[in-house]
């Protein structure tokens, strides 16, 4: 999983807001990054994965939902 600088910096600015808020520490942006990189290789495949299961669970639920709405427009055969 790869970020943009802009987004690394966003997510490095969120890990040391909450070290600080949360766990009242201080971490620098270098072990900020190193906990983004750290996370993203070894949980971001989870949340990935979750991720692909819930959209390919959706589409199935939406299809399901196109399929019987097409039966509604079924003309009565005589």
């Not at 997510?11 to 201080?26: G, P, R």
Request: aromatic share 14%; proline share 3%; glycine share 6%.
């Amino acid at each position: 999983m790869e970020f943009t600088q802009q987004e690394t910096d966003v997510i490095v600015s969120k890990i040391k807001k909450y070290f600080t808020d949360e766990l009242d520490s201080d971490i620098g942006g270098f072990e900020a990054e190193f906990l983004l990189t750290f996370f993203s290789k070894e949980i971001g495949p989870y949340f990935y994965n979750k991720g692909l299961a819930d959209a390919s669970q959706l589409l199935l639920e939406k299809t399901e939902e196109i399929g019987y709405l097409i039966q509604e427009l079924e003309k009565p055969v005589t």
